[in-house]
C-alpha cells in the first residue's frame, strides 16, 4: 500500500525535460539531480538530434544550451518554442544573450555555473502542470 502511493507521487511530480548540452561532465550533473527530482529526464549533445528527440518525447520542458558545436542554438529555441516551453542554459557574461532569448521565445534563461539545485528549483516552478499528466 505505501510502496502504491510513493510510486503514484512519484509519478505526480514527474515532468519530461529535454537536456541539450555539449558538455558531458555538465549534463550528468543535471541529469543526475532532475532524475533525483524525480523528473524523466533526455540527454542530447548535439543538435542534429533535438528535433527527434523532441517529437519522441514530447518534453514539458527543454533546457538548451545556448552554445552547441553543430548548429546555432537560436535556431533550435525557434523551432522548439513552437511546441515546448524552454530555458536557455548560457555560459556568457555579456548582457545581449538572456535578452535575445526571452525575446526568441525562452520562457527563462540560466547562467552558467549554475547550483544544480537552483535549476531543479527553476524545473518545478516552470511544470507544475506535469503534476497531474497521466504517463
Do not use: C, Y
Amino acid at each position: 500500500m505505501i510502496a502504491a502511493a510513493r510510486a503514484n507521487i512519484s509519478a505526480q511530480l514527474m515532468a519530461r525535460v529535454l537536456l541539450v548540452e555539449d558538455e558531458p561532465n555538465i549534463a550528468s550533473i543535471i541529469v543526475f539531480k532532475l532524475e533525483r527530482e524525480t523528473h524523466q529526464v533526455r540527454w542530447e549533445s548535439s543538435a542534429a538530434a533535438v528535433p527527434g528527440a523532441a517529437e519522441a518525447m514530447q518534453p514539458d520542458l527543454v533546457l538548451l544550451d545556448s552554445s552547441l558545436p553543430d548548429g546555432d542554438a537560436f535556431v533550435l529555441l525557434a523551432t522548439l518554442v513552437t511546441h515546448h516551453p524552454v530555458v536557455m542554459m548560457t555560459e556568457f557574461r555579456d548582457t545581449a544573450t538572456p535578452p535575445r532569448a526571452r525575446a526568441a521565445g525562452a520562457v527563462a534563461t540560466v547562467e552558467k555555473p549554475f547550483k544544480p539545485t537552483q535549476l531543479a528549483r527553476l524545473v518545478a516552478q516552470l511544470v507544475p502542470a506535469a503534476a497531474g499528466r497521466p504517463s
